[in-house]
């Protein structure tokens, strides 16, 4: 007997498995059964009854493990946007686990010469190929988990993933690096939290598939930015690489982390799937009903309009879709506990039939929805779609990527002439693009690094990319334009050369954690993590990638960091909850008094002094020559908390006399022990 249920997916019920799944335009929906791992094809298939858009049945007698997937028939028509296609099995896009990753097979393909407008449809059976879903058993003991709910002005974000953090931990048992585990152990955690961040953010860990392209170069996707299952953890992550084991290690993960005190945020991208082009496979949106789950492009309508750079674009005006993201946001947040998301290429879900929209209904829907008005939400605010760059433009509460924080400090400190004015809007917490009636500066998610683009220690040693790995003959990634103006690049033996990399690592990360706003850190920044010159190493899983441990990491450095972010964490000035007022910060110079228009327009200026509070000053100087500070005048003494060009002095230290001489390409942070400077 047939039961009619609003849960997609499928659903244990103890006595046996609901499954339901939506298409619009099948005409008809065959449930297929797996057995063992070792059976290619189906050892069963049962036909879904329709019910308006959506299709469904019941199986007695089924549970927990039962691997499935779909074939749906329909029109053959790519000129209308219609791939149906019953030789290909599908899978689940409601599924909450794997039940067979994929392989690449050329049953895959989804059609014969399908760059024509009539082509004809693959016939070559996908089942023994194609990735399957899993019937879950959704209990878990969570304990007494709770969510940390880091307050805003109080969060230190760690980019990370999973895999790399852990792979190289020696302390770390084998079996569980890279892993989820892994990032539960107590070496991992024991890093996380004596650096002092509050909240990791994972890369994608959604389920995804790789590319063609990059198998054939012997490739894969390491960084997981093609998503194929919006519900199910990433089987890469689970001990063994075993599928079963990913959901409930995932939940012992962030109950793990949780009870750290440490945020779990995921970086989730709901604006494109791993399908691709119209040349790519079909695996699961494509053959379940292409015209509603994608963009089409108007002229071509067997192509997509592809807004993203990966081939396609999800439609989320359809409504069903718009439901499948906001399902699988509360899926995360309610039954894997997740405290937050990072949207990749924002602006896509934001656009509608005429281009972007304000207010978008997706954000409007995500805002109203109770399990998912507590959490974190990050805008990456841009795709490659006209009007995507988006900065600034999403919705009160939400806080954004910031690269014009990012490009202005690094130009800052490699010396670029006439950045000040910039400089200290960006450290003030970008209100030009953030505006504070309704808006906060932990809006303004501050970086300088992050997964996308060089490392912190490769952004100041070298003066181009060095993607030669990848395969594409070194053109794939952003030409960065951010070599330094000093040094001599692959230098390893030039001692004055490895200091000032040194030292400007340290006046980079100290910018980023005076400056109002939510700093973010790309993992292995803090122990000197190079790529080798490659910013681009998405299909790099190595040791190119990977976080070093032990000798291999940059102990100093590391030790910085955590003076750095302690030091924030102690300093309320440094976590403002609101813009700056008149009278809370001064702009100083180096010769004494406060800045003038002469001097902000003043492009030869490269020193600054910021008082904030008249107790915490920040000295940054990127000349090439030392620079002396006059203190403001006090009735109290300034203390020295920390300086990038001595980070060995003893912090606390007393200033003596009325200036400080600051090094050349260097940066310092006093502390005020009077009373309060008005």
Request: with cysteine.
């Amino acid at each position: 007997m047939n039961r009619i249920i609003s849960t997609l997916g499928s659903t244990w019920d103890g006595s046996g498995v609901q499954f339901a799944i939506f298409s619009a335009h099948a005409t008809s929906v065959d449930l297929c059964l797996f057995g063992d791992a070792d059976e290619a094809g189906e050892s069963r298939r049962v036909p879904l009854v329709r019910d308006g858009r959506r299709w469904h049945t019941y199986v007695p007698g089924l549970g927990p493990g039962q691997r499935y997937g779909y074939r749906v028939d329909g029109p053959w028509a790519p000129a209308a946007g219609h791939w149906f296609n019953p030789a290909k099995v599908l899978f689940d896009p409601y599924a909450r686990a794997v039940g067979r990753p994929f392989r690449w097979d050329p049953s895959l393909w989804t059609a014969h010469d399908p760059d024509v407008e009539a082509p004809t449809p693959d016939a070559r059976d996908s089942a023994p190929f194609a990735p399957l879903a899993a019937v879950v058993d959704p209990a878990f003991d969570w304990g007494n988990d709770r969510p940390p709910r880091t307050p805003w002005p109080d969060t230190v974000i760690y980019e990370l993933h999973v895999k790399g953090f852990t792979a190289l931990h020696d302390a770390i048992p084998a079996p569980l690096r890279g892993t989820y585990l892994g990032l539960a152990s107590e070496p991992a955690i024991r890093h996380l939290v004596d650096l002092g961040v509050t909240a990791v953010e994972l890369l994608p860990v959604h389920l995804h598939a790789g590319e063609w392209p990059l198998v054939r170069r012997g490739l894969e996707n390491y960084w997981g930015y093609n998503t194929l299952g919006y519900f199910a953890p990433d089987h890469r992550f689970a001990t063994g690489g075993d599928p079963a084991r990913a959901v409930d290690e995932f939940r012992a993960m962030v109950r793990a982390l949780h009870a750290a005190g440490l945020e779990v945020i995921l970086d989730v991208v709901y604006n494109h799937t791993a399908e691709g082009h119209h040349l790519g496979p079909t695996l699961s949106f494509r053959g379940i009903d292409n015209a509603s789950y994608y963009r089409p492009e108007p002229t071509y309508p067997w192509r997509y309009l592809d807004v993203t750079g990966t081939g396609n674009t999800v439609n989320v005006d359809t409504p069903e879709v718009g439901d499948l993201i906001l399902d699988s946001l509360r899926y995360w947040v309610s039954e894997m506990h997740v405290d937050g998301f990072r949207f990749d290429l924002a602006t896509t879900l934001a656009r509608g039939p005429d281009g972007v929209t304000r207010p978008a209904p997706l954000f409007e829907a995500i805002e109203r929805d109770p399990v998912l008005a507590g959490v974190k939400h990050i805008a990456e605010p841009w795709d490659v779609g006209p009007d995507g760059y988006q900065l600034g433009a999403f919705p009160a509460g939400w806080a954004e990527w910031n690269n014009r924080y990012r490009d202005t400090v690094r130009r800052f400190w490699r010396g670029d002439a006439g950045q000040l004015p910039d400089l200290a809007t960006r450290l003030s917490g970008s209100s030009d693009l953030f505006p504070p009636a309704d808006r906060s500066p932990h809006a303004s998610i501050n970086y300088v690094t992050s997964h996308d683009g060089f490392t912190l220690a490769d952004l100041v040693s070298y003066a181009a990319k060095h993607n030669a790995a990848n395969g594409e003959d070194n053109r794939d990634g952003e030409h960065e334009n951010f070599s330094w103006n000093h040094g001599v690049e692959g230098a390893t033996s030039n001692d004055a050369i490895l200091a000032q990399r040194a030292r400007d690592r340290r006046n980079l990360l100290l910018t980023l954690l005076v400056s109002l706003g939510t700093p973010m850190i790309s993992a292995g920044d803090e122990v000197g993590r190079t790529q080798q010159g490659n910013n681009n190493a998405y299909c790099q899983d190595s040791d190119l990638t990977w976080t070093p441990w032990g000798p291999a990491a940059d102990a100093r450095l590391h030790a910085f960091t955590r003076q750095m972010l302690a030091l924030r964490a102690g300093t309320p000035a440094l976590r403002r909850t609101t813009f700056f007022g008149p009278t809370d910060v001064r702009w100083l110079r180096p010769e004494g008094g406060e800045m003038t228009e002469a001097d902000w327009h003043d492009a030869g200026r490269r020193a600054l002094g910021m008082l904030i509070d008249g107790t915490v000053l920040v000295l940054l100087n990127a000349a090439d020559r030392d620079v002396t500070f006059v203190l403001p005048e006090t009735a109290g003494t300034w203390e020295l908390r920390l300086n990038t060009a001595d980070p060995t002095a003893t912090p606390g230290r007393p200033v003596a006399g009325v200036s400080v001489l600051l090094a050349s390409r260097s940066s310092a942070i006093l502390g005020y022990t009077g009373e309060y400077l008005p």
